[in-house]
């Protein structure tokens, strides 16, 4: 069974660096697009970062620039490099993966992870 393990949220103070890490754990054979998504208490669920199998990535105009999407597909794992933390990132931050495994092409969620920045 297929499962993205999450790990690196925590606290942090505001101008601070966090690392999230999200990696597949179970037979894949292959992965296309991942990314990273956030919710907010009361708000919806928003796209943070994405990344292709090739590499192109897309980020959310608020974190632009700040916040950095990488993935090591020998390790089928992404990461989500988080500097100048501000309050407002502040969420339940969640992995997404589009994969190939023995049940053929799925998208999976990861469990969550709590960032919070602390001003």
């Known amino acids: 069974q297929v499962q993205l393990v999450e790990s690196g949220g925590g606290l942090v103070q505001a101008g601070g660096s966090l690392r999230l890490s999200c990696a597949a754990s179970?037979?894949?054979?292959?992965?296309?697009?991942m990314g990273w998504y956030r919710q907010a208490p009361g708000k919806q669920r928003e796209l943070v970062a994405l990344i292709t199998s090739g590499g192109s990535t897309n980020y959310a105009g608020s974190v632009k620039g700040r916040f950095t999407i990488s993935r090591d597909n020998a390790k089928n794992t992404v990461y989500l490099q988080m500097n100048s933390l501000k309050p407002e990132d502040t969420a339940v931050y969640y992995c997404?993966?589009?994969?190939?495994?023995?049940?053929?092409?799925?998208?999976?969620w990861g469990q969550g992870t709590q960032v919070t920045v602390s001003s």
């Open positions: 997404n993966a589009e994969l190939l495994a023995t049940t053929g092409w799925k998208n999976y």
């Open positions: 179970a037979s894949i054979f292959s992965i296309d697009r």
